[in-house]
């Protein structure tokens, strides 16, 4: 399979033309990951990579309590491509696992050069981080 019919199943990237993501997928290396290997580390600055779930299943860990599961189609790390700060959460690789990885200096240009990517990674993010803490109040909070 080639790594753009991958990326056809990612919800972020589902409203990208077909050379869209012929063109983003040339981006992205493979890699495939024993079960048991952690491939980023809550706290810490593993990496500077974006990752897409291609094949297999991943934990995802925060304050070492699993909150998720990870199969095909599900991406982790895009807090890091935006932020540039230490992971949120521990990801380790339950099966072995098919990723697909970008670093964030390829995806920003990527984004950029593609407004819908860059518009839907922003309602991602969103969504995450509301979901994360409780509602603003006060002023200008709605």
Same mark, same amino acid.
């Given at each position: 399979?080639?790594?753009?019919?991958?990326?056809?199943?990612?919800? #972020?990237?589902?409203?990208?033309?077909? +050379?869209?993501?012929?063109?983003?997928?040339?981006?992205?290396?493979? +890699?495939? @990951? &024993?079960?048991?290997?952690?491939?980023?580390?809550?706290?810490?600055?593993?990496?500077?990579?974006?990752?897409?779930?291609? $094949?297999?299943?991943?934990?995802? +860990?925060?304050?070492?309590?699993?909150?998720?599961?990870?199969?095909?189609? $599900?991406?982790?790390?895009?807090?890091?491509?935006?932020?540039?700060?230490?992971?949120?959460?521990?990801?380790?690789?339950?099966?072995?696992?098919?990723?697909?990885?970008?670093?964030?200096?390829?995806? +920003?240009?990527?984004?950029?050069?593609? &407004? $819908?990517?860059?518009?839907? #990674?922003?309602?991602?993010?969103?969504?995450?981080?509301?979901?994360?803490?409780?509602? &603003?109040?006060?002023?200008?909070? @709605?």
């Amino acid at each position: 399979m080639a790594l753009a019919d991958d990326l056809k199943r990612v919800p #972020l990237f589902s409203g990208l033309t077909d +050379r869209q993501r012929r063109k983003l997928g040339k981006l992205f290396n493979e +890699r495939v @990951v &024993p079960p048991g290997i952690t491939l980023v580390t809550e706290g810490k600055m593993s990496g500077v990579c974006f990752f897409v779930v291609a $094949d297999g299943e991943a934990a995802v +860990r925060i304050g070492g309590n699993e909150v998720a599961r990870l199969g095909p189609g $599900d991406h982790f790390g895009e807090l890091a491509l935006i932020t540039e700060r230490e992971r949120t959460a521990t990801v380790t690789a339950e099966t072995e696992l098919r990723c697909l990885e970008i670093p964030f200096w390829d995806f +920003r240009n990527f984004a950029h050069e593609n &407004p $819908d990517v860059m518009w839907k #990674l922003l309602q991602h993010v969103v969504e995450l981080l509301s979901a994360e803490s409780p509602a &603003p109040a006060g002023p200008g909070a @709605v």
